[in-house]
């Protein structure tokens, strides 16, 4: 028992962390029908800043948590009004290669004016103590991850539905030609969507940056590929399905880890993948994306 509660907080742990960042993508994704994939690029910049800020002001961490999300912020938003405002009204295929573009171009900036190799940054570390509770070992982190997430998920709800801002954000969600004609304005309502997605990014750096204890150029690549996949699993466009995507991933990973003999380790994320597209063959829009017919199949 202590050790199925072992791995059920270790699921949970990695299922608040692929949220955060699925999230992330489908606020954006929602309004603008764009897959951002410059947001682990964002992520990285959240590590970069933390090394900067430390390293020109101060150390002390409760400062550098706030240094963090402000950056984040400031990042996603100039991404918006430089890289992606002027392909506004472009088609879905123009809106990706111009994300990955923009991601490449980040990831060579952090190579250029950083470092190829991993940048010691430790100052977050003192979030992942080990608790003993009982016969149960677990990581404080584990804990704080999975709080802020449900912490960040209620407080974006009551944005959504309880701000003029957050109201707008899910009629343009519906149908943006309507909302503009209403006297909304466009560019208000996306810059709203990306400072939502750069908040939370920043928290996704934090808890990133406290796991690993380094930055480096590729630090969110890896996974903002994974939580988009978890957009996909729970429908993308779809903030529940965002979530339920994360956490759905975040088990499935853990649970395949734990059942598959230890000289198969190496092949858990090909068995997580192939479940998922089994499930994409049952749901090709996601589980929580109503069931479109799309012809007979051959």
Known sequence: MDYVIQQALNALSFGAEYALIAL??????????????????????????????????????????????????????TLERVAFRTIRGADLTTGLLTAFGVSIILQNLFLLLGSPRPIPATQFIFLDQTLTIGAIRISSLQIYEAITT?????????????????????????????VRLCGVRANRVIAGAFAISGLLAGLAAIFIMARRGSVDPHMGFNPVLTAFVACVIGGFGSLPGAVLGGFLLGITEVAVLVLLPQEYGGLAQAVVFTLVALVLIWRPDGILSPAQEKGDKV
Do not use: C, Q
């Open 24 to 77: 992330g993508l489908a606020i954006v994704f929602s309004i603008m029908g764009l897959v951002n994939f410059a947001h682990g690029e964002v992520i990285a910049f959240g590590g970069y800043s933390m090394v900067m800020i430390s390293t020109v002001l101060t150390g002390n961490p409760w400062f550098l948590m706030i240094g963090v999300l402000v950056a984040t912020v400031l990042a996603s938003l």
């Open 150 to 178: 449900v912490v960040a998920i209620g407080l974006l709800l009551t944005f959504l539905r309880k701000t003029t801002l957050g109201m707008a954000m899910r009629a343009a969600a519906l149908d943006f030609e309507m």
